[in-house]
Every structure is written in structure tokens, then in C-alpha cells.
């Protein structure tokens, strides 16, 4: 591969035009040579086209008619990148984020001497608190498989300055090689929103593919500016999708374990702390995210008497 491969820069933004500004001028304020930034308008109503096309000369403008969803919207952009423009890397990135202007070329020169990276992200930082951590790659938990925050509201002291491979990653920012897109596909669109990356590695692993951190690439981000940090479409994706990934993935055991944490955690916790909150909204979309998941494994074939007995 060469010393430069070349890199496009996906921004999905769903009525997010407020937010361009600081994401779109910090990656075109990259160090790197290599590279394209292009914006997917996920249906927006908010005139980021419009704007996009008026504001940003330099930058590609791709625009979905309704919005596809998170997995969707950016699988509209990954076929593009790796079909259409013929990138080695795409790096995948939130909207609500400043980048640092190193890294697409940390991420790149992390990626490019091995087929078998499929993903490497970074530093997440807090915006609002740019000393706090919010994320250096994620743990793996033997019950939900997709663990903690590796760092989370932790003090940047350095701890985190290393680079290696990881169970997981948000995907906050991620970049993805070439190679792993056409072995492996992209994101799987079961997944609207919510846990659509964890899928995505799980199939990635499967297949031999590393997932890697380098503290070297780092931003800072926003947190939740599109749906919130908590609302109650978000509650229900994440108590609906976390349940597929695992019946997707795991054997009945394994998801025999789950199964009673995700009830307890999501169902009974969730739940209850909505109601005293007088998030009635939230806690009965809890509920039915759980009982979607159910209803996803039953119509889809995953459920045997081994998950029950």
C-alpha cells in the first residue's frame, strides 16, 4: 500500500447543520495529503444540503431522501468510498465532533502495514471537559459480550498513551480498511441505531480481523447531539439491539445468561428509573425494545427450545 493510502472522510449528519462547521473545518485542517471529506445528508429537513453545497466548495455532498438510519445513511457512504471513489480507508466519523489535525494520518499510519486491521480509532474526549475521557476502545464483558468504556470519565493522565488491539470500539470515529468492507461487508441495517457497530466487529472477528487503538488520533465530542444523551428512541434501540447482536452471535448458553442481566439491567432497572424520573415515555419504550428483540429473534428463525431449557 502506498505511504499515502488514500482516505474519505464520511460525516453523517441528520439535522445536524449546526454542527458541520466544527467537524467539517477540523478535518479539512488535517495534516495528512490523502484525503477527501465527504458529508451524507441523512434526510435531513434543516437545509444541510443546501448549506453544505454554499459554505463548503472542497467538500462532497451525498443526499438521502429520508433518513436511512444510522447504519443506512452510512452504508450509503461506504459503498461510495470503496466503489465509487476506490479509498483504502474510510474513516467513519459522528458529526458533533472537533477533530485533532493529525488524525487521519495517526489512524492511516496505524492501519496500513497489515490487511488483517479492519478498524482503528482513537482518544475520545469530552468537549465540554477536554482533560475527561470518554472513551479509549471498549472492554469485553462475559455477559453482554460488548463491555465498558475503556477510561470513561477518567482524567487523561497518559494512561491510555498506547497502542493496541482492542475488543471493541465506539464508533465515534473508526477507521475502516478496504480489505474488511468487501470480506465482511458493512453495517448490518437490523440496526437503525444502537449497537450496529458491535455487530459489525463481532462479524469482523469472526473473519480474523483486529480491531486496534492508537492515542495518537484523538477529538473531542459533542456527545449525543442528534438524539440526545437520553431519550426514549434511544432507550429502545439499545434495549431492542444489544439482544439481536447476542442471538446473532452467541450459542443458546451464552444467551441464557444475557437474557436475565438484559431483563433485570433494561427491563426491571431501566425502566423503574425512568418511571421515577416521570420518564413514563422512556420506560415504555424500554419495555418494547426488549419484547422487539424477542419478536426479531422469533420471526428470524434464532430462537430453539436450547434458549429456553
Known amino acids: 500500500m ?10 453523517l449528519s441528520y439535522n445536524g447543520k449546526k454542527l458541520l462547521d466544527d467537524s467539517i473545518s477540523s478535518y479539512l485542517a488535517n495534516d ?13 429537513t434543516d437545509g444541510t444540503q443546501e448549506y453544505v453545497k ?3 466548495k472542497n467538500v462532497e455532498l451525498l443526499r438521502l431522501d429520508q433518513n436511512k438510519g444510522y447504519s443506512g445513511g ?12 476506490d479509498a483504502d480507508f474510510v474513516l467513519i466519523t459522528n458529526n ?3 477533530a485533532d489535525k493529525k488524525i487521519i494520518s495517526s489512524l492511516a499510519d496505524t492501519a496500513k502495514d497489515d490487511e488483517k486491521i479492519g478498524f482503528v480509532t482513537g482518544k475520545v474526549l469530552f468537549f465540554d471537559n477536554p482533560k475527561v475521557i470518554q472513551t479509549a476502545g471498549k472492554k469485553e464483558d462475559k455477559i453482554r459480550l460488548n463491555g465498558p ?21 465506539d464508533d465515534i470515529f473508526m477507521l475502516v480498511s478496504k480489505n474488511l468492507f468487501f470480506e465482511v461487508g458493512g453495517y448490518d ?27 495518537k488520533a484523538f477529538l473531542y465530542h459533542k456527545e449525543s447531539m442528534t438524539i440526545g444523551k437520553v431519550s426514549a428512541e ?49 420506560s415504555l419504550y424500554v419495555v418494547l425494545g426488549f419484547f422487539s428483540g424477542i419478536k426479531w429473534g422469533f420471526v428470524n428463525k434464532k430462537f430453539t427450545i436450547k434458549h429456553f431449557i
Open 189 to 215: 441495517e437490523t440496526f437503525f441505531l444502537q449497537a450496529e457497530q458491535f455487530d459489525w466487529q463481532v462479524r469482523a472477528k469472526k473473519q480474523n480481523f483486529k480491531i486496534l487503538y492508537t492515542y
Open 74 to 85: 452510512f452504508n450509503f457512504g461506504l459503498d461510495y468510498a470503496f466503489n465509487k471513489k
Open 96 to 98: 458533533d465532533v472537533v
Open 149 to 169: 468504556d475503556i477510561g470513561l470519565n477518567e482524567i487523561d493522565d497518559g494512561q491510555y498513551d498506547y497502542i493496541s488491539e482492542i475488543p471493541f470500539a
Open 2 to 11: 502506498s505511504s499515502s493510502p488514500f482516505v474519505t472522510v464520511l460525516i
Open 54 to 56: 454554499s459554505k463548503w
Open 32 to 44: 495528512y495529503v490523502n484525503f477527501e471529506v465527504v458529508v451524507i445528508d441523512n434526510g435531513s
Open 234 to 282: 434511544k432507550e429502545y434501540y439499545n434495549s431492542r439491539n444489544s439482544m439481536i447482536v447476542i442471538l446473532k452471535h452467541k450459542d443458546p448458553l451464552f444467551f441464557k445468561r444475557y437474557l436475565w442481566n438484559h431483563f433485570f439491567y433494561r427491563v426491571v432497572y431501566k425502566s423503574l428509573k425512568s418511571i421515577l424520573k416521570f420518564q413514563i415515555k422512556t
